[in-house]
């Protein structure tokens, strides 16, 4: 049982206003509990993680109650033993929910509080910058881009959407890079660094990452035809694509890459950096409310 009040912050647009809508089915949880709560709702990332160092410095339970993007800014406030982080999906992916198998119905995550535990979690650190999930860059930059450009309410497949607009006008580039101290270059896709492994809406691009090793699962996607990689993206929500020699990874603790061309860097679904860009795992830096 996780102890003490929570300040639950909330995105109202998150997963085209899902999050609000459920919302009264929260706090009814919430107050079945007898447990004191306020509900504070964002007006921009920047606000989110203002509310979430004043709830940490008020000893309160930190709710982040959207999706990736906001749970992954208010995370970044409570790292290094700041507060506790508590995730009630509202979003449209909710990948790091699924990846800690916290229920997608808020209100039953809502209900960790009294049969979970908190649980010590790796995060990644880029520019000063953490995240939770994925940090890519290459093809992804252009599927991120599109994904969040879009007004077209496709839920779960905006990715996939965004991967089809993506790959009629893209060419390849030319990749470098270093991963703990030894130099890789290759022509091709893409180069993602995972700490949770999963992106997209349930897509398992690093399907064996651990969140609690103090290790970066680096996946690198080199040349391929169009059609190939096109082909072997259903294979990614199942986690079985490195059977495609096209695609490979490595452990590390840290990782530097660039490319021969610019590219921004995205991670829980917001743009996080520009490339050339350094990684590093910082283990066990985050304490969250996990299935026991």
């Known amino acids: 049982m996780i102890s003490g009040p929570v300040c639950l912050i909330v995105n109202p647009h998150a997963g085209a206003g899902r999050a609000l809508k459920l919302l009264p089915t929260v ?19 920047d606000h989110a993680r203002e509310l979430a160092r004043d709830a940490a410095a008020r000893d309160e339970v930190v709710a982040a109650m959207g999706g990736d993007g906001i749970t992954g800014a208010i995370a970044g406030e409570l790292r290094d033993g700041k507060g506790v982080l508590a995730v009630f999906p509202g979003g449209r992916g909710n990948d790091f929910a699924r990846k ?12 960790l509080l009294l ?36 007004r077209l309410k496709l839920g779960t497949f905006v990715y996939t959407y965004g991967v089809l607009r993506a790959i ?15 130099p890789h270059a290759f022509p091709g896709y893409s180069v993602a660094v995972c700490n949770s492994g999963v992106f997209g809406g349930g897509m398992f691009l690093a399907p064996d990452a651990s969140l609690d090793d103090g290790l970066l699962d ?13 082909r072997g993206l259903p294979r990614v929500f199942k986690g079985t694509h490195f ?37 590093r795992a910082l283990p066990k830096a985050l304490r969250v409310v996990a299935p026991r």
Do not use: N
Request: glycine fraction near 6%; aromatic fraction near 8%; hydrophobic fraction near 45%.
């Open 27 to 45: 706090e009814a949880e919430l107050r079945a509990q007898g447990r004191q709560f306020r509900v504070e709702r964002t007006m921009s990332m």
């Open 100 to 111: 800690l198998q916290i229920p997608f119905d808020p209100a039953e995550a809502a209900k």
């Open 115 to 150: 049969t979970g535990v908190e649980r010590p979690i790796d995060l990644a650190e880029v520019g000063g910058t953490t995240y939770l999930g994925i940090l890519s860059a290459g093809f992804d930059s252009e599927v991120s881009r599109i994904a969040l450009e879009t």
């Open 168 to 182: 009629l006008s893209w060419k390849e580039a030319a990749w470098d890079v270093v991963i703990d101290g030894e």
């Open 218 to 230: 680096i996946v690198l996607i080199a040349r391929q035809s169009k059609r190939a990689y096109l």
């Open 243 to 279: 059977q495609d020699p096209a695609v490979s990874l490595i452990r590390a603790r840290e990782v530097t890459f660039s490319a021969d061309r610019p590219f921004t860097a995205y991670a829980d679904g917001d743009p996080i950096a520009e490339l050339p860009a350094t990684i």
